[in-house]
């Protein structure tokens, strides 16, 4: 079951409306991605709460229609 970046992107919108975001897909099989978030929302908060409020995003799909996503999160430089 691959997922298309386009519906990652909608899914990690939705829940950080302001972020800039950059899919990859890694493996050309629409289950191995990287992909790039960086928000307002993530200021001050740790890495691994930065992580986790992407794959909440997710809504469940890691693991099942999303086999591998290489994650790297970050508030915008100032």
Same mark, same amino acid.
């Given at each position: 079951?691959?997922?298309?970046?386009?519906?990652?992107?909608?899914?990690?919108?939705? %829940?950080?409306? &302001?972020?800039?975001? =950059?899919?990859?897909?890694? %493996?050309?099989?629409? &289950?191995?991605? #990287? #992909? =790039? @978030? @960086?928000?307002?929302?993530?200021?001050?908060?740790?890495? @691994?709460?930065?992580?986790?409020? @992407?794959?909440? #995003?997710?809504?469940?799909?890691?693991?099942? %229609?999303?086999? %591998?996503? #290489?994650?790297?999160?970050?508030?915008?430089?100032?």
């Amino acid at each position: 079951m691959a997922m298309p970046a386009a519906e990652i992107e909608a899914l990690i919108r939705a %829940a950080l409306p &302001d972020a800039r975001i =950059t899919i990859e897909d890694l %493996a050309g099989d629409g &289950d191995h991605y #990287a #992909a =790039t @978030v @960086v928000s307002e929302s993530f200021r001050g908060i740790p890495r @691994v709460r930065q992580h986790q409020i @992407v794959y909440a #995003a997710l809504q469940g799909r890691m693991g099942g %229609a999303l086999h %591998a996503l #290489a994650l790297q999160t970050s508030a915008p430089e100032q």
